[in-house]
């Protein structure tokens, strides 16, 4: 499809719509514990709402984003995913309530559905084959340096103003990047190639998904996996900055070279998927986790006193390997739905997050000042995921011996 936008300037926008998730959750991880003082929590991890409220508006966004996108085209859903988080953002800013601070970030999390659905759907509308591989690698490009700069961010604009003027940025960022898709971006789905929406669509995705054991395998596997993951950025402030003393900046420099670690990680994986394939690295993954977790446990139970620079090394082998797990699970939940591709990505999406926000709010509500809750998390959610891929794996075997039969 031809268009007025460079293929380079398309990346930068389509990267920092992409960003608009990590950078609504990053930005804010050192300002956390400033939100619980402002607003006197009661108990101090309720502090940790505040990630797992945006987890929840997305999950409720991307179930209404999906199918709309493809009924109604990608522009009307880009701005008006981008009107909501301008709202929520706003409300968040102004509120002197804790409780409609959350709603804030709910509705936050809606809005942030949209462009977090649509845009790889603007990108396969526009481009195909090697065009999109290239256009997809600068987009990863960008995308990958927003969690590593957001808590960075956060932190400069804590130190020169206040905690408040985070979700000015945001505001900001949803004005100019509505703006710049309203001049410069068309809309790629023509009207003929829309889709209403159906209820009985929505039916038969969800019939699809559940009846299928590799899908549904990989989905639990994904939102047990993310689910430790969500609990971990839940307390990374309490932890970092509470736990082990560490000054903001100190967190926000970790936090870059955990991303940075992942981003290394993903991009490795690129190229060890073609050598060992997705299911060895998402089992084996899950089993290292599993393994270095409960060897963690082992040392923080046996007396010894857990150091900040241990934990750093834990943390920084767990990143190492998430940063090969996420893409390839989802990847190998969606290959048996091809034909069912837009709904049941929705739904595999709206399912595993709401496993993980489950998951991710017990672990968080049980942190006690050490590293305990967390390792348990890990050590239990990647064990079973070991478990499910392993079995998994043995009934795709005896299928295909079946067939050979």
Known sequence: ??????SREFALLMALLMSVV????DAILPALGQIGRVFATDNPNHVQWVITCIFAGMTLGQLIA????????????????IAIYFVGSLLCYLTTSFEVFLLGRFIQGIGVAGPYVATISVVRDKYNGNDMARVMSLIMMVFMVAPAIAPAIG?????????????????VYA???GVWIALRLEETLLPEQRLPMQ?????????????????MSYLLCTGLCFGGFIGYLGTSQQ?????FGQSGETFSLCFALLAAL????????????????????????MLFIALLSFGFLVVQYSGIKITFWMFLLYASLLFSVFGCLFGNLNAIAMEPMGHVAGMASAIIGASASILSLILATIIGQLYNGTLVPMTWGFAILCGASFLIMLSEKRWLLRMQASEVQ
């Not at 990590?22 to 959750?25: H, L, W």
């Not at 969800?206 to 590799?214: A, G, P, Q, Y």
């Not at 932890?239 to 736990?243: C, E, L, P, S, T």
């Open 239 to 243: 932890i970092f900055m509470q736990q």
């Open 22 to 25: 990590s950078f609504s959750i």
């Open 1 to 6: 499809m031809m268009s007025k936008i460079h």
């Open 262 to 285: 992942m981003g290394v990680a993903s991009f490795t994986n690129s190229r060890l998927v073609a050598k060992i394939g997705m299911r060895p690295i998402c089992m084996y993954g």
């Open 199 to 215: 209820i009985k669509a929505f039916q038969q995705g969800f019939r699809e998904v559940v009846s299928n054991r590799t899908t």
């Open 155 to 171: 932190q400069v604009i804590i130190y020169f103003s206040g905690w408040r003027e985070i979700f000015l940025l945001y505001i």
């Open 66 to 81: 999906g199918p709309l996108s493809d009924a109604i085209g990608r522009k009307r859903i880009l701005f008006s995913g």
């Open 175 to 177: 004005m100019v990047v």
